[in-house]
């Protein structure tokens, strides 16, 4: 080989030397790069993380009890010596040093909520604190209270921070404002379920009960025990939801007393599947629906009336249908009912259902109704077996 060829392969080895170096150098540098994008992901990340456990508290609104928790959680995330959660009138926690400077902080409270830096005037030479923010919440177009932090001296930085911190922790009041008035739509519309308990039945009730009492006084004492558990179940105050089991102890409840009101003109048949007994559904769902075939099939007709209650398992959810065979009505007389526009006397009922199974389940799992005039009618609801956030209270 000329010197010229060994010259030739000497550059050429050197040149894919040069190369790898790169490419290895390139390969490095996009390693590191990745890892630095993944340590910003992750930190960004945890500070979410750690800002939503401050904030969460918050979300059973603002009291001194839950201030204390956000304030306690939220200071270390600031990096501060000291830091306050007030209402609009008073300091309701502080977290850290120096809290001799709560007045000065409550005095500020009186003037309009916006955010405040200011300096703190302190006698104490070691007093960690020097100068303090405060920014106000916002919730449903209030300001129900406000943060305060401080620091030794004037920071940017921890003024941006605090306002970050201020939006998390009214997003959470918001929140809360939701659930209070989610909870109050929740309870009118229970109170407006148990209002509609007929007036009619329950007098109907007493006097079935009272027609027993010379002639079959072990009957009248078991109609009294039924009409005494169904009103307590009715009228229960703990929870949202019950099971499909307590539903339908209820439902047999109310059946006992209209059986002795009615004698052989009502016939029902029960079809339970056991594996549905334990679902979860929004309290008084079923009895409503019931009182709504018994009033179409006996009340309004003088024919012996049929009801059936069915509940089956359908893999992920509970399917659940109340059939009789009584008047039924016009489609667009049932739209007025569902649409709540049929009168205030009429059809409470049903639309209060159709609305709570739609607000929990989503529009998917209102009532679907067959009915026609002449033809009975038939509601079916489907029940989903597990839903986040929907429990029975404990037995």
Not at 97 to 115: G, K, V
Request: with cysteine; glycine share 8%; aromatic share 4%.
């Amino acid at each position: 080989m000329t010197v010229l060829g060994t010259a030739a392969l000497a550059l050429a080895g050197l040149a894919l030397f040069v190369l790898g170096v790169a490419l290895g150098h390139g390969a490095a540098r996009r390693q590191r790069e990745h890892a630095a994008d993944s340590d910003g992901a992750r930190a960004l990340a945890q500070a979410l993380h750690t800002a939503a456990l401050a904030a969460a508290p918050l979300r059973a609104g603002l009291t001194p009890d839950t201030a204390r928790k956000a304030a306690r959680r939220l200071r270390p995330q600031l990096g501060t010596p000291a830091l306050a959660l007030t209402d609009d009138t008073a300091v309701l926690a502080w977290d850290g040093a120096a809290d001799h400077h709560r007045a000065q902080l409550a005095q500020r409270l009186a003037q309009p909520p916006r955010t405040r830096a200011f300096p703190l005037s302190c006698d104490d030479a070691g007093c960690p604190v020097r100068w303090g923010v405060l920014v106000p919440l916002a919730a449903d177009g209030d300001a129900p209270g406000a943060l305060a932090v401080f620091a030794a001296a004037e920071s940017g930085t921890l003024l941006r921070a605090t306002e970050e911190a201020a939006r998390r922790l009214s997003l959470e009041l918001e929140l809360a404002g939701l659930d209070r008035a989610r909870a109050s739509a929740h309870e009118a519309e229970v109170r407006a379920l148990r209002a509609q308990i007929s007036p009619h039945f329950v007098y109907n009730s007493l006097a079935s009960i009272a027609s027993f009492v010379r002639t079959d006084p072990e009957r009248a004492r078991e109609l009294l025990q039924e009409f005494a558990d169904f009103t307590r179940y009715s009228f229960r105050r703990d929870g949202d939801f019950t099971t499909l089991a307590e539903e339908l102890r209820s439902i047999e409840q109310y059946l006992e007393l209209a059986r002795a009101r009615f004698g052989r003109r009502l016939k029902v048949t029960l079809r339970i599947a056991p594996e549905v007994l334990p679902v979860t559904l929004p309290f008084l769902c079923l009895q409503p629906l019931v009182e709504n075939a018994l009033k179409h099939g006996l009340e309004e007709t003088v024919e012996r009336s049929n009801v059936t209650i069915t509940a089956e398992d359908e893999g992920t959810e509970a399917r659940v249908v109340i059939e009789d065979d009584g008047v039924g009505m016009e489609p667009e007389r049932l739209r007025a009912i569902l649409r709540g526009t049929a009168g205030p006397a009429t059809g409470i009922g049903l639309s209060n259902v159709d609305r709570r199974l739609r607000q929990v389940y989503g529009d998917d799992h209102g009532l679907v109704i067959e009915t026609g005039v002449g033809a009975g009618t038939k509601i079916t609801l489907r029940v989903p077996k597990f839903r986040p956030g929907v429990q029975a209270p404990p037995p």
